[in-house]
C-alpha cells in the first residue's frame, strides 16, 4: 500500500548526502511513495509526496520553524544545534558513525599541548561539541572552526587535535590520526515540530510506531 | 554606520503598530468584559522580587540603582502581579482578577532571532482554586484568542505535577527523576528511552513511563485510564465537564506538558495554532506564588504573546487565500 505523508497532512525534512539512500529506503517501507525523489535529484520540494529535501544541517531550521512536521538528520547535526526547540522522537538506527577526538599517531599532541601550554587547539566542524566536550572534561581549548576536510588542520600543524565524524576509520588511518576520545555514537533520528507534534498526534503517533514495530 | 537597536529588540513602525494595537484592543475588550481590570506595574523591579524561593525565575538583566539596590528587568508579569496584591490588596476581598499588557524581558540564545523584549498580554486570577478557576482562566483564554481572530488555534492542557509524581510513585530515585525530566523538557524522546534503559524498574513501568509523555490528543485520550492515570484522568475529564462546549471544543490534553517555569503547581495550558511553528502563550495554576509575598491563596493565570499572536493571525490569513 503506497500512501503519500501529505495525504496524512506531513511534511517530512529529507536529508541528502549520506543519510538519503537508507532514508528514502526506510521511507518505502513505511509505504511512502519515494520514486519522485529517486527519479530526480535536482528538485527540492516534492509537494505530492509531503517531502522536501535539504543538507542534513538544513533539517533541524526547518523543522523547528514549523516549515516541515518532522525531519530525519543525524545525532551530531542535533548535539551541535541543541538548543533547537525541536522533538527528538526516535532513534532510527541508521547512519551509525562516531564523534571522536582524533590526533596523529604516536605521542599525543593534544595531552603534549594541554601538558607544556595549557590549552589545545583543535580543528573542528561541530565547534559547539567540541567546546562543551572540552569543557565538561576540564580542558582548555581553543577551537578553530573549518568548513572542509578537517583531517588536514592537525597534518599542517594548524591544530593539535580534530573533533569529528568517523564511521569506518578509513579517512582517519589515511591521514595517519588516531582515535583518543570517543564523545559520543551517532545515528539518524526523527524529529517533530513540538506544535506538529501536539496537533498532529494521530498521524505522528502512526509513524513513530510503524518505525518501532 | 548606521546605530541599530540591541539584538533582539527592534523599532515598531506604523502599518505593524496600528495591527498590534487594534488585536490588543479586541483582546482587552474581552478581559475587561470578564472583569479582569488592566495593571500596569514598573519594568524594573528589586532582585529579590524575583528571588523569592516560590518564584524561582530569574531574569537575566540586572542594574544598580543610585544606592547600590539591584534592580531587574521583569521577565514575567506574574511575579509583579503577585508582590502587587500582597502590598496593595493585603485585605481584599477575593477572588482578585487582573489583566496587563505589558513587555517582559528575556535572556536569548546567540543569533537564533530570539526576542529580548516579549509583548505579553494574560491575566490572573488570585484567589479561585482549581477546577473553577482553571475552568474561568480557559475560558478567558479562548474567548480572547477568538476575539483576536484566530480560527484554527489549540490549547493544551497538562498538569505540571503529573509525570514528577507518576515517576516518584514507581520507586524511581530523585537523581534519576531530575535527569529524566530535563529530557523531557529538552523534548529528546530518545534520551528520556535510554535514562529509563537504565532504571531498576519492571518492563511494564518503564513502558509506562515513555508511553505517558506521548499521550495527547482530545477527550478520547482520557478514556480508559488505570492504575497511576486514573486520578490524572479523572481530574482532566473533570476539567472538561465544567468547560463550554464553546471552550472545551479547542481543548488538547497533554500528559507530556512540562513548563520550565518554577513556579507552577498543577494545570499548565500551552497555546498552539497550526498555522505557526511555535507555541503563541502559556499560563497555568501557581497556587504557592502568591503565599511567597504574603498573601497565600491559589491563582491562574496565563500570557499571551501578542507578536507571535500576530505572526498566526497572518499565517492564517495567508493560507486562506
Excluded: W
Excluded at chain 1, 126 to 154: D, M, N
Excluded at chain 2, 189 to 198: D, K, M, N, R, Y
Excluded at chain 2, 244 to 255: G, H, L, S, Y
Excluded at chain 2, 273 to 280: E, I, K, N, Q, S
Amino acid at each position: 500500500m503506497s500512501e503519500s505523508l501529505a495525504a496524512q497532512g506531513l511534511r517530512l525534512a529529507v536529508p541528502r548526502g549520506a543519510l538519503f539512500a537508507d532514508t528514502l529506503d526506510l521511507l518505502d517501507r513505511l509505504g511512502v511513495d519515494t520514486q519522485p525523489v529517486r527519479e530526480n535529484d535536482r528538485r527540492l520540494l516534492f509537494a505530492e509526496s509531503g517531502i522536501i529535501t535539504m543538507r542534513p544541517s538544513d533539517v533541524p531550521t526547518y523543522v523547528e520553524a514549523g516549515a516541515a512536521d518532522l525531519g530525519i538528520t543525524g545525532k551530531d547535526v542535533l548535539m551541535e544545534q541543541s538548543e533547537r526547540a525541536l522533538y527528538e522522537l526516535a532513534d532510527l538506527g541508521y547512519g551509525r558513525c562516531e564523534m571522536v577526538v582524533a590526533s596523529l599517531a604516536g605521542e599525543d599532541p593534544a595531552a603534549d599541548a594541554l601538558r607544556r601550554l595549557g590549552v589545545v587547539r583543535v580543528a573542528t566542524k561541530y565547534p559547539r561539541v567540541a567546546t562543551r566536550h572540552f569543557l565538561s572534561t576540564g580542558r582548555q581549548a581553543e577551537i578553530v572552526e573549518v568548513k572542509g576536510s578537517v583531517e588536514l588542520a592537525p597534518l599542517t600543524g594548524l591544530v593539535d587535535a580534530i573533533v569529528d565524524l568517523t564511521a569506518t576509520g578509513t579517512t582517519l588511518r589515511e591521514n595517519h590520526l588516531v582515535v583518543r576520545e570517543t564523545i559520543a555514537v551517532c545515528t539518524a533520528r526523527l524529529i517533530a515540530n513540538p506544535v506538529a507534534d501536539k496537533l498532529k498526534a494521530t498521524a505522528i503517533d502512526a509513524i513513530v510506531s510503524r518505525i518501532a514495530g | 554606520m548606521l546605530d541599530r537597536t540591541p539584538s533582539g529588540t527592534r523599532d515598531v513602525l506604523p502599518d505593524e503598530m496600528r495591527e498590534l494595537r487594534a488585536l490588543m484592543e479586541r483582546v482587552r475588550a474581552v478581559f475587561e468584559g470578564a472583569g479582569y481590570g488592566e495593571v500596569y506595574t514598573p519594568a524594573l523591579e528589586y532582585e529579590r522580587t524575583f528571588a523569592r524561593d516560590g518564584a524561582r525565575v530569574s531574569s537575566p538583566y540586572r542594574l544598580f540603582d543610585e544606592h547600590g539596590n539591584v534592580l531587574v528587568l521583569r521577565s514575567d508579569m506574574t511575579v509583579p502581579i503577585a508582590r502587587m496584591v500582597g502590598s496593595r490588596y493585603a485585605t481584599a476581598p477575593t477572588p482578585l482578577r487582573f489583566c496587563y499588557f505589558a513587555h517582559a524581558y528575556h535572556g536569548v540564545r546567540p543569533q537564533r532571532g530570539q526576542s529580548r523584549e516579549l509583548l505579553q498580554a494574560g491575566v490572573e486570577l488570585i484567589g479561585s482554586a482549581g477546577p473553577a478557576g482553571t475552568v474561568e482562566a480557559l475560558t478567558v483564554l479562548c474567548d480572547a484568542l477568538d476575539a483576536a481572530g484566530l480560527e484554527n488555534y489549540r490549547v493544551g492542557v497538562g498538569d505540571v505535577t503529573l509525570y514528577p509524581a507518576l515517576l516518584e510513585s514507581l520507586g524511581v530515585e530523585a537523581a534519576a527523576r531530575e535527569r529524566i525530566l530535563a529530557e523531557l523538557t529538552s523534548g529528546d524522546f530518545v534520551g528520556v528511552e535510554h535514562e529509563l534503559a537504565q532504571l531498576a524498574v519492571s518492563p511494564a513501568d518503564a513502558e509506562l513511563l515513555l508511553r505517558v509523555p506521548r499521550i495527547r490528543g482530545g477527550a478520547e485520550v482520557l478514556e480508559g485510564l488505570d492504575g497511576p492515570l486514573e486520578q490524572a484522568g479523572a481530574g482532566m475529564r473533570t476539567l472538561l465537564g465544567l468547560l463550554q462546549p464553546r471552550t472545551a471544543r479547542r481543548v488538547i490534553f497533554d500528559f507530556g506538558l512540562l513548563h520550565n517555569l518554577g513556579y507552577y503547581t498543577g494545570a499548565i495550558f500551552q497555546v498552539y495554532d497550526p498555522a505557526y511553528g511555535v507555541p503563541l502563550g502559556s499560563g497555568g495554576r501557581y497556587d504557592d506564588l502568591l503565599g511567597e509575598f504574603g498573601r497565600p491563596l491559589p491563582a491562574v493565570g496565563f500570557a499571551l504573546d501578542v507578536e507571535r499572536v500576530h505572526i498566526a493571525l497572518r499565517a492564517e490569513e495567508r493560507s486562506r487565500v
